[in-house]
């Protein structure tokens, strides 16, 4: 099955680089995308964007409520601590009759968005702005 979604990426003209200890890099409108091959289970996808927020330890507070907000919020996308950083997935097990080719595109796209959104997750947390307070405010 590697071998399949290599050749999917391939032709969707993606350039992978290997990366011995993660798996395979590539770049999609100067996102860095990690597909991570699960040689215990070949039908298992996972495609990532790496330490999209850094944990220190003034900032435990924001980043939990970042994780959060991802995982609570986001369909398909999930955020996870790798390290000292956040980490976004999209996993998926393939049931071998996918057009591969579709499945990467949707998922890289899926990331993408997910990347913006934590992105703009981020800075409103940065400004203090919060989903429930604005909710509020509306609603006066």
């Known amino acids: 099955m590697k071998e399949k979604i290599l050749a999917a990426f391939e032709n969707l003209g993606f350039n992978l680089e290997d990366n011995e200890s993660l798996g395979y890099h590539f770049y999609y409108e100067g996102i860095n995308f990690l597909y991570m091959y699960n040689e215990d289970d070949e039908d298992f996808l996972n495609i990532s964007v790496p330490s999209i927020y850094d944990f220190e330890k003034d900032n435990k507070e924001k980043y939990e409520e970042l994780k959060e907000k991802i995982n609570s919020t986001l369909k398909y996308v999930k955020a996870y601590t790798l390290g000292d950083s956040l980490w976004i997935f999209y996993e998926r097990d393939l049931l071998g009759n996918e057009?591969?080719?579709?499945?990467?595109?949707?998922?890289?796209?899926?990331?993408?968005?997910?990347?913006?959104?934590?992105?703009?997750?981020?800075?409103?947390?940065?400004?203090?702005?919060?989903?429930?307070?604005?909710?509020?405010?509306?609603?006066?």
């Open 99 to 140: 057009d591969l080719e579709e499945v990467i595109r949707h998922m890289i796209l899926h990331l993408a968005a997910a990347l913006m959104f934590a992105r703009d997750s981020i800075e409103k947390i940065d400004n203090g702005e919060s989903d429930e307070g604005s909710d509020n405010n509306n609603n006066d």
